[in-house]
Nanobody, 126 residues
Framework: QVQLVESGGGLVQAGGSLRLSCAAS????????MGWFRQAPGKEREFVTA????????RYADSVKGRFTISRDNSKNTVYLQMNSLKPEDTAVYYC???????????????????WGQGTQVTVSS
């Protein structure tokens, strides 16, 4: 079992930055592929970014490429999402997700993940 707790959300003006953190419980964090998803009001949950268990490979949705950066610190059981140049359309609840992985996999679909955090609200004002 893995428990995930997100933090770092809030209200920011367009063009600003936020850094989300997702702390995971357990001693095998380095065996989990991690991802961030978001869900805006009235919309389906969408993929934002993912990272392999070692942190050696990442992938981003086109909508955030060049503005967001995912990283992880396996010694701290934490994955981060640095969000720069935020836009009003980035407003959503952001969720981190984890899935045990035997290999260095990038998982882009929500059905691939077994564990989810409770979400943290990000609001970008124009």
């Amino acid at each position: 079992q893995v428990q995930l707790v997100e933090s770092g959300g809030g209200l920011v003006q367009a063009g600003g930055s936020l850094r989300l953190s997702c702390a995971a419980s357990g001693h095998t964090f380095s065996t989990y592929a991690m991802g961030w998803f978001r869900q805006a009001p009235g919309k389906e949950r969408e993929f934002v970014t993912a990272i392999t268990r070692s942190g050696g490979n990442t992938r981003y949705a086109d909508s955030v490429k060049g503005r967001f950066t995912i990283s992880r610190d396996n010694s701290k059981n934490t994955v981060y999402l640095q969000m720069n140049s935020l836009k009003p359309e980035d407003t959503a609840v952001y969720y981190c997700a984890a899935s045990y992985s035997d290999y260095e996999l990038i998982l882009r679909f929500s059905v691939d993940y077994n564990y989810w955090g409770q979400g943290t609200q990000v609001t970008v004002s124009s």
